[in-house]
């Protein structure tokens, strides 16, 4: 096999890959306008919270984001279903931030169950003669 046919065969390939991958094969405008929407999304919650929380409570929630992102993420949409839905009086404060916590933890809480699956080999009880 020539170098040349190899190098098409490598060339094929790898064009193979970055199709069935995506993200290297896509156009770079696409990305970037992508990546702008997804900023402004981010900005546009930030603005909300700030609006929404009190320094404290805001202070809180960054340090949860920190040690659990998902409880976080929960939170921060829960609040701001609430702001856009006229449900919260005023700025939340770091107590009734606490207790939103608290139900979103009792919300996600892990349920741990074991199930004993015994082996019936060479059981005693098994022996009816």
Known sequence: MADSDLEEIRARRLAELQQQYGGQGQDPNARKDQE???????DMI?????????????????????????????????????????????????????????????QTQRKTKINFDRRRVMDSDDDDY
């Open 36 to 42: 702008e929407a997804q900023k402004r999304q981010e």
């Open 46 to 106: 930030n603005s909300i919270l700030s609006q929404v929380l009190d320094q404290n409570a805001r202070a809180r929630l960054n340090s949860i984001a920190l040690v659990k992102p998902e409880k976080a993420k929960m939170v921060e949409r829960m609040l701001i279903q609430m702001a856009q839905t006229g449900q919260l009086p005023g700025r939340i404060g770091e107590d009734q931030l606490k207790g939103l916590l608290e139900k979103v933890s009792m």
